[in-house]
């Protein structure tokens, strides 16, 4: 058999392979068509056709105000899962990474707040702190199963010079100090941590008793003050600017 006669029967084949490749495809797309007929499939791409977005729990909410004053929980009066401890001189609460802690608070009337965290890390594998917000026993939205917390960090120190300056290689270049860990306390709001909503997340408390549980998803921490907050209402820049006087 010659080399052309070769070549057209390698080019037959190809041809063969995909054409039956495609009638192939063709038949299961039709099969998987049928499978899913009347299956609404957008349901859980990006949120669409959710019920428990942010902004559903805002629309729901639309008719209330801002919190009335700043509450501070009880934080060494909690239920549940957490050991009381002392640090730099305060009474602090730790919570595991597999606590759930929840405390009760009170508030004077029904009002949107932000949840303000005093915490600070201690050492552990050197990733962020992930807590779930429940209020009264309920997740409120999504977003609020996935908060989290930082930590702090700075070089080493034992990576510069007796002067402070940076340390160099055999060829004269800066050697990048590495990176230890700081155990300070930090004060951070409940927030998106994709950072599509870039102002802390508003949570709705009803006038008289409430609950406020902290799920631990990932990463011990300690509490020293969890604070209700109301929420800073921004100015309306348009009624801003027409107050101003024409020039």
């Known amino acids: 058999m010659g080399k052309k006669t070769r070549g057209v029967l390698i080019g037959i084949i190809c041809v063969a392979v995909v054409v039956a490749a495609f009638v192939l ?4 797309a039709t099969n998987f068509q049928a499978k899913y007929a009347g299956v609404d499939l957008s349901t859980d791409v ?4 959710r019920d428990d977005t942010y ?3 805002l629309a729901a909410h639309a008719n209330v105000g801002t919190g009335a004053e700043m509450v501070e929980l009880n934080l060494t009066e909690f239920e549940g899962e957490g050991e009381v401890v002392q640090e730099d001189g305060a009474e602090c609460v730790y919570t595991a990474d597999t606590n759930t802690t929840t405390w009760k ?3 004077e009337e029904e009002g949107m707040y932000n949840i303000l965290l005093d915490y600070k890390t201690v050492d552990s594998r050197g990733v962020d702190i992930e807590r779930a917000v429940y209020i009264n ?3 409120p939205f999504a977003g609020a199963a996935t908060l ?3 930590r702090l960090w700075t070089d080493d120190p034992s990576d510069f010079a007796e002067d402070g300056s940076f340390r160099k ?4 270049n800066h050697i990048r100090p590495s990176q230890v860990e700081r155990y300070e306390w930090q004060q951070a709001y409940c927030m998106d941590d994709m950072g599509y909503t870039t102002e802390p997340y508003q949570f709705y408390f009803q006038a008289g008793e409430n609950t406020l549980s902290l799920e631990a998803v990932n990463e011990p921490v300690i509490l020293r003050s969890i604070k209700l907050m109301p929420v800073e209402q921004k100015p309306d820049y348009a009624a801003y600017a027409a107050a101003q006087p024409q020039v």
């Not at 495809?25 to 299961?28: P, T």
């Not at 990006?46 to 056709?49: F, T």
């Open 25 to 28: 495809l063709s038949q299961g």
């Open 137 to 139: 026993g309920e997740l």
């Open 55 to 57: 902004d559903g729990y």
């Open 46 to 49: 990006e949120g669409i056709g």
């Open 148 to 150: 989290r917390f930082s």
């Open 105 to 107: 608070v009170t508030v």
């Open 169 to 172: 290689d055999n060829q004269g």
